[in-house]
T-cell receptor, first 114, second 116 residues
Framework: AQSVTQLGSHVSVSEGALVLLRCNYSSSVPPYLFWYVQYPNQGLQLLLKYTSAATLVKGINGFEAEFKKSETSFHLTKPSAHMSDAAEYFCAVSERTGGFKTIFGAGTRLFVKA | DTEVTQTPKHLVMGMTNKKSLKCEQHMGHRAMYWYKQKAKKPPELMFVYSYEKLSINESVPSRFSPECPNSSLLNLHLHALQPEDSALYLC???????????????FGEGSRLTVL
């Protein structure tokens, strides 16, 4: 069964510092992997997705993620945090053979300090 | 601006009420979803509609009744809910599955439901 594990329910960084949010996946077939962001009282917005093309995926707002099959990881990074990046981030996995289900990780709350 | 529109944004209902949540998308997507999200938790899948047919029901209690009148609309009918059903209900849509499936979901902003 497919699943994702996000390491760290809270991450705090200073403005301008590197952002690193960790995600490990479990899937029996090549997965589709995603990072979504959720701002307070809003729905989820796609940041980026991996669909077996390039292993380094660039997304919106300066975020990127690298798919590492050997480590079953899909960590999200941003070189320089901005105050507006403060939000909840969800890693997610989807399989075509899974009945079109997308399963979300528990989420990581990112805090950005001035 | 989101291309998936949910109404109402907020709903307060008693345990004996009947109400509905509505969702609309005009992106030509043929799959639509209902997710439930409790505070500080990830979204949990409830239902999936594919080409207006129910394809997945994640063992959701019958007090939640989904309906897909056409490819652009998705409803969630609520009846005899419990206080623990209070949550943010998110609607999402995605592209056609056949051959072009990538799993990307487009979410609405949600309907926040409070059951008294």
């Amino acid at each position: 069964a497919q699943s994702v594990t996000q390491l760290g329910s809270h991450v705090s960084v200073s403005e301008g510092a590197l952002v690193l949010l960790r995600c490990n996946y479990s899937s029996s077939v090549p997965p589709y992997l995603f990072w979504y962001v959720q701002y307070p009282n809003q729905g989820l917005q796609l940041l980026l997705k991996y669909t077996s093309a390039a292993t380094l995926v660039k997304g919106i707002n300066g975020f990127e993620a690298e798919f590492k099959k050997s480590e079953t990881s899909f960590h999200l990074t941003k070189p320089s945090a901005h105050m507006s990046d403060a939000a909840e981030y969800f890693c997610a996995v989807s399989e075509r053979t899974g009945g079109f289900k997308t399963i979300f990780g528990a989420g990581t709350r990112l805090f950005v300090k001035a | 601006d989101t291309e998936v529109t949910q109404t109402p944004k907020h709903l307060v209902m008693g345990m004996t009420n009947k109400k509905s949540l509505k969702c609309e998308q005009h992106m030509g997507h043929r799959a639509m979803y209902w997710y439930k999200q409790k505070a500080k938790k990830p979204p949990e899948l409830m239902f999936v509609y594919s080409y207006e047919k129910l394809s997945i029901n994640e063992s959701v209690p019958s007090r939640f009744s989904p309906e897909c009148p056409n490819s652009s609309l998705l409803n969630l009918h609520l009846h005899a809910l419990q206080p623990e059903d209070s949550a943010l209900y998110l609607c999402a849509s995605s592209q056609d599955f056949e051959g072009t499936y990538t799993g990307e979901l487009f979410f609405g902003e949600g309907s926040r439901l409070t059951v008294l």
